[in-house]
């Protein structure tokens, strides 16, 4: 039940994928062998089929990366100048949080909006926030943390509105989520291939609006323009300097072929199933004490507590040593969100679902808290 680190298990057909993808891929763009050939194939067709879930104009603008946090590392360092106001949030995690202190620290300013106590934004104030050098909005989807969702059609108007760039962390959300960037105003979307995409480690991607250019973060071999002393500028070339994870973009094909068939809404239908009725398991025990808002049924499907006073990874550990239950402690790499919610020395107990997960795990789980409460 730490499926907001990464999904476990992956449909089957993705460790398949990979197997086949080892013994018989070469790399794409390195030759016209079959074998090199085969790779683009599987490439481009696994660009297509994310150009469609996010609804991209066109799948050239969707560029691999390893991970969420090269995504955002890309786009944070190759848009934010010395000068430029940048907009972010307290929900933020560190691969936001981390890259943007770096450019502040090259002269950029930073606005970091606060959250309430059910750990939500004001869309108010962050239009407040917007100044005459604002040049981005940077924000999560969905909060590691708390579970919460920002609205990001409407947070998208107000950059429309003010001319901004807008740079979304779809980390916890691509995959569970209808994303079209196209209706939501995003200008560049950062996600992971491991966690609701059911794809494997190692593999995440970047879409990038026509039109916007981005510094490269890495330059490099490209398969073309070969005696160009500069890197390719074209989209996704631009970004993908290097030999590509050919072998884990298959997995991901793999992966994404699942999604499609399932279908995102069935998918989040039976993983939201399983968080609320954990939540509801949990929320009058004695000593829990649970984060963020559950106000609305449309969330994240996770649910992070702590009990009584206990520091967060003791609970961990004895749900995984007593029950066979794993979930994370701690600080979730979100540290902003942990002082808004006063907890940053306890961290919190994260149990978070996909819909691998069975009712019956999950009555098991609400049986190991209600028995860890009484001792």
Known sequence: MDNAATTLPKPPEVAEAIVQAINHLGNAGRGSTEASLDAARVIYDTRERLGRMFHAENPKQIAFTSNATESLNIAIQGLINPGDHVITTVMEHNSVLRPLYERQQAGATLTILPADEDGNISYDMLEAAVRQETKAIICTHGSNLTGNLNDIERIGKIAKAHKLLFIVDASQTAGVFPIDVQKMGIDVLCFTGHKSLYGPQGTGGIYVRDGIKIRPLKRGGSGIDTYNHNHPEQMPTALEAGTLNGHGIAGLNAALKYVEEKGIDAIREIALQRAWQFYDGIK????????????????????????????????????????????????????????????AEQGAVRFSFSHFNTKEEVEIAIRAVRELSEE
Do not use: W
Request: aromatic content about 10%.
């Open 284 to 343: 009058e025990i004695p000593g829990v004490t649970i984060y963020g808002d559950f106000s609305k049924r449309e969330r994240c499907p996770i649910v992070s507590f702590n009990l009584y006073d206990y520091d967060s990874a003791e609970v961990s550990d004895e749900l995984l040593m007593s029950y066979g239950i794993s979930t994370r402690a701690g600080g979730h790499c979100a540290p902003l969100m942990h002082e808004s919610l006063q907890n």
